[in-house]
C-alpha cells in the first residue's frame, strides 16, 4: 500500500493483485509448515500440531507430516476459504455501493438477481458465523474436538507437541543445516529449503514483535489518534512568566528561601502559590492577592482558592 500510494505508476499493481499475491505467498508459507511440522503457520507458534480425527493414543511424530488426502484438504481450507471470503466481502461492498448510487430501476434479470443477493448476504453471513460460534461452545463445554468447522471438514483436530516431536523437529533442522550434498540439483533444492526454513523461522520468532508494531502504527495512524494529537497541539503555548521586578512596589526574591519574598522576614505560616509554585507568609501573600489578583514574583493571575497553606513534618 505504502509503494502503491508512493508511486502508483510502477508499484500500482501490487495494490491491485495484492490479495492474489498475498495468496501465494501464504501458500507456500503453509505449505511448509504443513510438510515439515503438520500444522499451519499460527498453530506451529503455539507449539500445536495436526492429527487425523479418528486416531487415539500415540500419534505420530509431527515431521511425519499429515496423510497426502488430509494434507490436501487442510491446505485448501487453509487458504481457499479465506480467499474467497475476502473477494466474497468486497464483492457485496461493490455492489452495494452501485445499488446506493444507480438511478435506474431494476431492468434486467441479473440486476434482480444481486439485488436478492444483496438482501440474502446478510443472513449467510450470519449462519455463516454463527456455525463457527455454536462450534466454538461446543468445544469450549467439551462436546467435539474441534474448535473450527474449518478442522472438522479437513477431518483434523489439533494437539500440543510433545518431547519427541520438539525433539524430532529440532534434529530435522539440524540434519538439515548439516547435510552434504555433491550434485547441483540437490544443492539448488538445499539451498531453497534452507531459504524457505529460514524465512519460516524469522517469521516465527518475529511475530509477536511484528503484531506489536503493526498494531501500534495502526493506533497511530487512525484517525480517531490523529485527531487527539491535532486537538493537544492545537492548543495555544502558554506565554513564558512575566517578571514584575522591573516595577516599583513588586517583590524581589531574596537570597535565602526561608525568607517571605513580601516582607522580608523569616516566612510564617508558610503558603504556596499554584499558579507559580513561590511561597510567602499566608498574612502577606493573601492581603497582596486580594488586592493585586495575580503572583508577585511572576505575575499570574492568582486568586484566593490558589494559596495552599503548608505544613512542616515537625507539626
Known amino acids: 500500500q505504502v509503494l502503491a ?11 491491485h493483485w495484492f490479495d492474489e499475491i498475498y495468496l501465494l505467498l501464504d501458500l507456500l508459507l503453509q505449505q511448509h509448515y504443513l510438510g515439515s511440522c503438520s500444522a499451519s503457520f499460527s498453530e506451529n507458534f503455539y507449539s500445536l500440531k495436526r492429527v487425523p480425527t479418528g486416531e487415539h493414543g500415540q500419534h505420530a511424530l509431527a515431521t511425519a507430516g499429515l496423510p497426502k488426502r488430509l494434507h490436501c484438504k487442510s491446505l485448501l481450507l487453509l487458504i481457499l476459504v479465506p480467499y474467497l471470503k475476502g473477494k466474497l466481502e468486497k464483492l457485496v461492498s461493490s455492489l452495494r455501493e452501485e445499488d446506493e448510487y444507480s438511478i435506474h430501476p431494476p431492468s434486467s434479470a441479473w440486476k434482480r438477481f444481486y439485488r436478492a443477493f444483496l438482501a440474502a448476504y446478510p443472513f449467510i453471513n450470519m449462519a455463516w458465523e454463527g456455525w463457527f460460534l455454536i462450534q466454538q461452545l461446543c468445544y469450549i463445554l467439551g462436546k467435539v474436538q474441534h474448535h473450527s468447522p474449518l478442522l472438522r471438514l479437513a477431518g483434523v483436530h489439533l494437539v500440543r507437541l510433545t518431547a519427541e516431536d520438539i525433539q524430532a523437529l529440532e534434529k530435522k533442522l539440524a540434519g538439515a543445516t548439516s547435510s552434504q550434498t555433491h550434485s547441483i540439483k540437490t544443492q539448488v533444492q538445499s539451498a531453497v529449503r534452507k531459504a524457505l526454513g529460514g524465512i519460516a523461522f524469522s517469521l516465527s520468532t518475529g511475530l509477536s514483535v511484528s503484531v506489536f508494531f503493526l498494531q501500534f502504527l495502526d493506533w497511530w495512524y487512525s484517525s480517531e489518534n490523529q485527531e487527539t494529537i491535532k ?43 499554584s499558579t507559580s509554585g513561590f511561597v510567602f ?26 494559596l495552599v497553606k503548608l505544613y512542616s513534618p515537625e507539626s
Do not use: M
Not at 5 to 15: D, I, Q, V
Not at 240 to 258: I, N, Y
Open 5 to 15: 500510494e508512493s508511486n502508483p505508476g510502477r508499484y500500482g499493481f501490487l495494490w
Open 231 to 273: 486537538s493537544l497541539t492545537a492548543l495555544p503555548t502558554p506565554p513564558p512568566p512575566v517578571h514584575l521586578d522591573h516595577e516599583a512596589g513588586s517583590a524581589l526574591l531574596p537570597k535565602l528561601k526561608t525568607v517571605c519574598p513580601l516582607c522580608r522576614k523569616i516566612r510564617v505560616n508558610a503558603t504556596a502559590v
Open 281 to 306: 507568609c499566608y498574612r502577606c501573600v493573601y492581603s497582596y492577592v486580594k488586592t493585586h489578583q495575580h503572583c508577585p514574583i511572576t505575575g499570574y493571575a492568582t486568586e484566593l482558592q490558589h
